[in-house]
């Protein structure tokens, strides 16, 4: 147990809709993280969120967004869902901004756009 | 950029043999290194880091992995393989992406098939 927890665990949407996926982070981590994880693949970054601001970002669209709440809680959105986008969705907390830190991973939300 | 390899998507072993499982990385930098496990359907364990301490590094359920700086690589063994090591396995370079963002890159994984 990573003390990290995502809701919902599975969801279906189609093409065009949007979704809100959920993540509460371990007590006091303050750095949030989501990665994408296509069927297969390695898990790939999305996009870091530090006390409340977005700090860094991967290659995706600014269709994805986040937001990151006082309460170690945060949230991933994104608009216009493409077929693309069915996937593992994984959040992940740490304490901390240094490399050597490590990143504790929920157990994921897995997406299905129809 | 930093990445890292993993050679051999698909690995099998028998029950009691060696486990090993391979990953090179490429950095300009001192890396940061983690193996980490997903069981099916679930998210990522952390099995160990390398964070220049110490080269030889010891992980949890039996696992340890060696940085070589000389071969770029940091693979992961195992003493002798167990029914419930059956899972995908990731090596990932902890790097710092645009703005102050650390972000972690993942390798495409190994996974693992016990036999008994």
């Known amino acids: 147990e990573t003390g990290v927890t995502q809701s919902p665990t599975h969801l279906i949407k189609t093409r065009g809709q949007q979704v809100t996926l959920r993540c509460s982070s371990q007590?006091?981590?303050?750095?949030v993280s989501w990665y994408q994880q296509a069927l297969g693949q390695g898990p790939q970054f999305i996009f870091q969120y530090y006390r409340e601001e977005e700090n860094g970002r991967g290659n995706f669209p600014p269709r994805f967004s986040g937001l990151q709440f006082p309460n170690y809680s945060s949230e991933l959105n994104v608009n216009a869902l493409e077929l693309d986008d069915s996937a593992l969705y994984l959040c992940?907390?740490?304490?901390?901004?240094?490399?050597?830190?490590?990143?504790?991973f929920g157990p994921g939300t897995r997406l299905l756009v129809l | 950029a930093q990445s890292v390899t993993q050679l051999g998507s698909h690995v099998s072993v028998s029950e009691g043999a060696l486990v090993l499982l391979r990953c090179n990385y490429s950095?300009?930098?001192?890396?940061?290194l983690f193996w980490y496990v997903q069981y099916p359907n679930q998210g990522l364990q952390l099995l160990l880091k390398y964070t220049s301490a110490a080269t030889l590094v010891k992980g949890i359920n039996g696992f340890e992995a060696e940085f070589k700086k000389s071969e770029t690589s940091f693979h992961l063994t195992k003493p002798s393989a167990h029914m419930s090591d059956a899972a995908e396995y990731f090596c990932a370079v902890a790097i710092f992406s645009s703005g102050s963002a650390r972000q972690l890159t993942f390798g495409s994984g190994t996974q693992l098939t016990v036999l008994p």
């Open positions: 950095s300009s930098v001192p890396p940061y």
């Open positions: 007590s006091g981590h303050n750095t």
């Open positions: 992940a907390s740490s304490l901390g901004q240094g490399r050597q830190e490590t990143q504790y």
